[in-house]
């Protein structure tokens, strides 16, 4: 499967897990299956919805869905039978370090639903961590491999930069100014390094919304 993707694509998220569990329902873990039934239902309100945007209009082929494994399994089968672009997380939920939600086995539930995008949202700060972001990329250059390899979904990368503390105090606790004047160019800096550790998304997407083909990053770098 050729990389990359060329065509607009409006993309509605609700793969939310943490804040659904806790900030919605207010559970902790593990959940019981009823709970994980109440959830899964409640996105399914959302899908439906997405469902009837579709029929009174909006265009199938630049729409599609981001929902995650452990609530929405069903409504990604659904989707995908239907036609519909999907695109589903990997990460493991409200974490700072990336790693897989299903660890070893992210392959096998990755070829179980065969979305269109496989997600991950990163958390990497340029100028933070470094053993940190090194572990990172390796993760994600092992998903970026793998799923070139086997050609079975493309990848699609939100990248968040949180700021550090001394970046901050720099800037006197103004997180609108560390968005204004540090965030664009740590940005930059960040899928600069993830590129040159060989990780290599079909789609860029930023926490605002916005969202770049690869060769749109390649830009960036230059």
């Given at each position: 499967?050729p990389?990359?993707y060329?065509?607009?694509?409006?993309?509605q998220?609700?793969?939310h897990?943490?804040?659904?569990?806790?900030?919605?329902?207010?559970?902790?873990?593990?959940?019981?299956?009823?709970?994980?039934?109440?959830?899964?239902?409640?996105k399914?309100?959302?899908?439906?919805?997405?469902?009837?945007?579709?029929?009174?209009g909006?265009?199938?082929?630049?729409?599609?869905?981001?929902?995650?494994?452990?609530?929405?399994?069903a409504?990604?089968?659904?989707?995908?039978?239907a036609?519909?672009?999907?695109?589903?997380?990997?990460?493991?939920?409200g974490?700072?370090?990336?790693d897989?939600?299903?660890?070893?086995?992210?392959?096998?539930?990755?070829?179980?639903l065969?979305?269109?995008?496989c997600?991950?949202?990163?958390?990497?700060?340029?100028e933070?961590?470094?053993?940190?972001?090194?572990?990172?990329?390796?993760r994600?250059?092992?998903?970026?491999?793998?799923l070139?390899?086997?050609?079975?979904s493309?990848?699609m990368?939100?990248?968040?930069?949180?700021?550090?503390?001394?970046?901050?105090?720099?800037?006197?606790?103004?997180?609108?100014?560390?968005?204004?004047?540090?965030?664009?160019q740590?940005?930059v800096?960040?899928?600069?390094?993830?590129?040159?550790?060989?990780v290599?998304?079909?789609?860029w997407?930023s926490?605002?919304?916005?969202?770049?083909?690869?060769?749109?990053?390649?830009?960036?770098?230059?």
């Amino acid at each position: 499967m050729p990389r990359g993707y060329d065509r607009p694509l409006y993309i509605q998220p609700f793969d939310h897990r943490g804040s659904f569990q806790t900030k919605m329902f207010g559970w902790k873990s593990p959940l019981s299956e009823s709970q994980t039934a109440e959830i899964a239902a409640a996105k399914r309100v959302v899908y439906d919805g997405f469902l009837s945007a579709l029929a009174a209009g909006a265009p199938k082929d630049k729409a599609g869905i981001l929902v995650d494994e452990q609530f929405g399994a069903a409504i990604l089968r659904d989707a995908a039978a239907a036609g519909i672009v999907t695109a589903c997380s990997a990460e493991k939920s409200g974490r700072d370090e990336f790693d897989f939600e299903y660890g070893e086995d992210f392959g096998k539930h990755i070829d179980s639903l065969r979305p269109t995008f496989c997600k991950v949202l990163v958390r990497y700060n340029p100028e933070g961590d470094k053993e940190m972001n090194q572990r990172q990329a390796a993760r994600l250059r092992r998903l970026s491999d793998d799923l070139a390899r086997a050609g079975r979904s493309r990848l699609m990368f939100e990248l968040l930069v949180p700021p550090e503390k001394a970046q901050l105090e720099k800037l006197k606790g103004d997180k609108g100014a560390y968005d204004r004047e540090l965030r664009p160019q740590l940005m930059v800096g960040a899928i600069d390094e993830l590129q040159r550790a060989g990780v290599d998304p079909d789609v860029w997407g930023s926490p605002c919304g916005l969202a770049w083909r690869k060769d749109d990053a390649r830009r960036c770098r230059r």
